[in-house]
């Protein structure tokens, strides 16, 4: 069974980093593509990044030049560097996979469990 297992949410001050983490755990996989979705209270949940086994990134425009992600092939990882945090910033950052068990013919998606960021004023 895969399961995505996030790390490193918390509460920060406006202007602060946080780096968050994902590994992919199990065996008999294949991972196209890896990244973050985030979810504010009361609004619908977005795409933060995305990152593809080639590297190819792509991202939210309210995010360029401040979050990075990056992402480990042979370890299944996948980590957003996040900077010059601002409140709307906050929410609940969900990690997501693209992703075919090597008895399935299908790429399905695989979400994490979400890890909550904070950025206060």
């Known amino acids: 069974q895969v399961q995505l297992v996030e790390s490193g949410g918390g509460l920060v001050q406006a202007g602060g980093s946080l780096r968050l983490s994902c590994a992919a755990s199990?065996?008999?996989?294949?991972?196209?593509?890896m990244g973050w979705h985030r979810q504010a209270p009361g609004k619908q949940r977005e795409l933060v990044a995305g990152i593809t086994g080639g590297g190819s990134t792509n991202s939210a425009d309210s995010v360029k030049g401040r979050f990075t992600i990056s992402r480990d092939n042979a370890k299944n990882t996948v980590a957003l560097e996040m900077n010059s945090l601002k409140p709307e910033d906050t929410g609940v950052y969900y990690c997501?996979?693209?992703?075919?068990?090597?008895?399935?013919?299908?790429?399905?998606?695989?979400w994490g469990q979400g890890t909550q960021v904070t950025v206060s004023s």
């Open positions: 199990g065996s008999g996989f294949s991972i196209k593509s």
């Open positions: 997501f996979a693209v992703l075919r068990l090597n008895s399935a013919s299908v790429w399905s998606n695989y």
